[in-house]
């Protein structure tokens, strides 16, 4: 692939060895052009620098890096958020967490986001939800710079704690909701070698155990840090869902329970602090 400087960028775009979608992303990209002015400008011919500037895009991606990294950003519910190589991608599987917290925190009540990552989940809250305190908190600095950037970004105030889990957390903190997407594939899964995945930073993704350690330690230690009645909910993989909901039930969270993402798969478990 040579995108031959002076063709259209019509002609480009038809010519480009990715699918239609990321060679519109990625050409948009180099050019600065809109989607709508690839359209509207078609006839317009690629300079020297932005043919320079696509084939490496381009061969970012043949050599199989995730186009969010290449690009920078990816779109979360309807927002926009800055990534990189210190954060996970957000994923649309994780919008139902959003939803499900959404719904469940009351009026004024106070969230906290372990594990934020990208921001992605406390932004989202703290967008719909102006109303709410939101404290956010991972172990990552560099994932942290990225949140904080994400909650200006998205013109939302949101606290961000660097802590290992509950670590940095005051000892008199309560929250009206918990929410987290930890990381929870189990060390030496295939899944980890594979695609976006060997691009994504492994603390994100790998307990580096059997999947479940973080969640049994989120799931321990909520309680201390829940109001009485309080939500704790909890992303997790395709076939974790019966084991999180038997970590809840034994550690006495009441209303335990599993919700389904798009794709119809148990994506989410949650339960409540008994009163
Ligand atoms: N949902 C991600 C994946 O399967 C994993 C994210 C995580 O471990 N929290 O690609």
């Given at each position: ?80 958020f800055a990534?990189?190589?210190a954060v ?22 106070h969230l906290l986001d372990m594990g934020t990552g990208s921001g992605a989940i406390a932004v989202a809250v703290a967008h719909?939800?102006?109303?709410a305190a939101v404290t956010a908190l991972d172990l990552s600095e560099a994932a942290l710079s990225m949140a904080r950037a994400n909650a200006a970004g998205n013109g939302v105030q949101v606290r961000f704690l660097q802590s290992d889990w509950f670590g940095a957390l005051q000892?008199?903190e309560?929250f009206?909701?918990i929410a987290s ?23 994100a ?71």
């Open positions: 692939m040579n995108p031959v400087p002076g063709a259209s960028v019509g002609a480009v775009q038809a010519a480009l060895p990715l699918d239609p979608l990321e060679n519109r992303i990625l050409l948009c990209h180099a050019t600065g052009l809109s989607r709508i002015q690839l359209i509207t400008q078609a006839e317009r011919p690629l300079s020297d620098e932005e043919a320079a500037r696509l084939e490496q895009l381009v061969q970012r991606r043949l050599n199989g890096e995730p186009i969010a990294y290449i690009v920078g950003k990816r779109e979360f519910f309807g927002l926009d990534v990189s190589e996970l991608i957000p994923r649309p599987d994780t919008e139902l967490i959003v939803e499900l917290a959404i719904e469940r925190l009351p009026a004024q009540g719909s939800r102006p109303d000892a008199d309560r009206a909701l997407n930890p990381p929870y594939i189990a060390a030496g899964d295939e899944h980890l070698s594979q695609g976006d995945l060997r691009f994504e930073p492994a603390g993704l790998t307990d580096h155990a059997d999947g479940l350690s973080a969640l049994r330690i989120i799931i321990a230690g909520a309680p201390a840090y829940l109001l009485p009645g309080a939500w704790l909910l909890l992303e997790h993989g395709y076939d974790q869902a019966e084991a999180v909901r038997a970590l809840l039930a034994q550690q006495g969270y009441t209303e335990v329970q599993s919700w389904r993402d798009l794709g119809g798969i148990e994506r989410v478990s949650g339960g409540r602090r008994s009163p």
